[in-house]
């Protein structure tokens, strides 16, 4: 997953003038991004906390020239279970 320090090493002596951003810190001989995050709610299954889909009907807007929601249906379908579903809101950390 990571790229070891000789790797980074090597490539960095054949970019000189490249400096290394200042989102990356160097540990363990890893390159790791440390972006600040955000807690957002998710909405999973309530048996396996897999993604969940729900109908939903929507409207073409001239004016905005898209599509938009107008409409959903509350049972929804887990793709994991692969059947109905009850929804379930957990709070996620995600990229600020």
């Known amino acids: 997953?990571?790229?070891n320090m000789a790797k980074m090493q090597d490539m960095a002596d054949h970019m000189p003038g490249i400096a290394t951003p200042a989102f990356y810190e160097i540990?363990?001989?890893e390159?790791?991004?440390t972006t600040p995050m955000k807690t957002v709610e998710d909405y999973v299954c309530d048996t396996c906390g897999g993604p969940v889909v729900q109908?939903?009907?929507?409207?073409?807007?001239?004016?905005n020239q898209k599509m938009e929601l107008v409409?959903?249906?509350d049972e929804a379908?887990?793709?994991?279970?692969?059947g109905s579903?009850?929804?379930k809101t957990v709070e996620i950390q995600v990229p600020a």
């Open 27 to 29: 540990e363990d001989a």
């Open 77 to 82: 379908f887990c793709r994991a279970c692969d």
């Open 71 to 73: 409409d959903w249906f």
């Open 55 to 63: 109908d939903a009907w929507a409207q073409w807007d001239a004016e």
């Open 31 to 33: 390159v790791r991004a």
């Open 85 to 87: 579903a009850t929804i």
């Open 1 to 3: 997953m990571g790229m």
